[in-house]
């Protein structure tokens, strides 16, 4: 288990840059920030500008994807170079909708998690099973070849910087079910098992799908579980506050998190 819990938002194709620094400006007036990590993931027009607002605030600012390559003909794409310029420190990888509409695969998440590292960035590496996987029993065989695929052929002490988020396709959007506490423990657990296997037993794993204030706290209080990846129920400072707060609320009980 980890010191403190990971808790953070995408907002993803959300918030004018306006919209943006405004957040920022209420969120940082929360005294909560100093109990977590916490961690925001802006649309690409924002980033600079949150980056500003942020100033010395102790929260992280992510990027909700990139490409692996320094520079080139790739229309459209960010660079981490460029996430580096805009003074980002976590780029999101591998997010279910990346997979689903943006022809995202194990082989471009693994090209990407190794080039975040390469540039000093922390990949969050987003994995997840689709509700036919759920069916038939197969989550934790779909989620953990997900992993695996991803980390493939990357150095153990490099590895060390990254985050994984478990977030069942099944359990986000508006459409979402919450996943089952017990459904998360088992997951979770049997990643810290198979991490624990490759030396990687210390990586932080967040829980995301349909998150709120009223799921968090049941949530951070499992074992396994070291932060929240959360949407929309944080898309206000305030929601985001409610989240965190929750979030501890739950892990009060667990050594060094209180």
């Keep these: 288990m980890n010191a403190r819990l990971w808790i953070g938002t995408s907002w993803k194709m959300h918030k004018t840059i306006a919209e943006a620094e405004a957040y920022v400006g209420e969120l940082t ?10 961690f925001i993931v802006p649309p690409f027009t924002a980033l600079a500008a949150v980056h500003r607002a942020l100033g010395d605030a102790p929260v992280h600012l992510g990027a909700q994807t990139m490409h692996w390559q320094d520079e080139g003909a790739q229309t459209g794409e960010i660079s981490p170079l460029m996430l580096r310029d805009c003074g980002v420190g976590i780029v999101e990888l591998g997010h279910s909708e990346r997979r689903a509409s943006h022809g995202e695969t194990d082989a471009t998440v693994n090209a990407k998690v190794a080039s975040a590292l390469r540039h000093g960035l922390r990949p969050l590496i987003c994995v997840g099973d689709q509700g036919d996987d759920l069916d038939a029993g197969a989550s934790i065989e779909t989620v953990l070849r997900q992993v695996k695929l991803a980390i493939k052929g990357i150095d153990t002490a490099s590895l060390g910087r990254a985050l994984i988020a478990y977030e069942p396709v099944w ?11 017990a459904h998360v423990a088992e997951v979770h657990g049997a990643l810290r098992a198979m991490l624990g296997q490759r030396g990687l037993a210390a990586l932080p794993l967040l829980y995301g799908g349909s998150v709120d204030r009223a799921n968090a706290g049941a949530l951070t209080a499992l074992a396994n579980v070291d932060g929240l990846f959360v949407g929309r129920a944080a898309w206000t400072a305030r929601g985001f506050e409610e989240v965190i707060e929750a979030a501890l609320h739950g892990a009060k009980d667990r050594a060094g998190l209180a």
């Design 29 to 38: 007036a929360s005294p909560l920030l100093d109990r977590v990590e916490a």
């Design 171 to 181: 359990a986000i959007g508006e459409a979402g079910r919450p996943a089952e506490p």
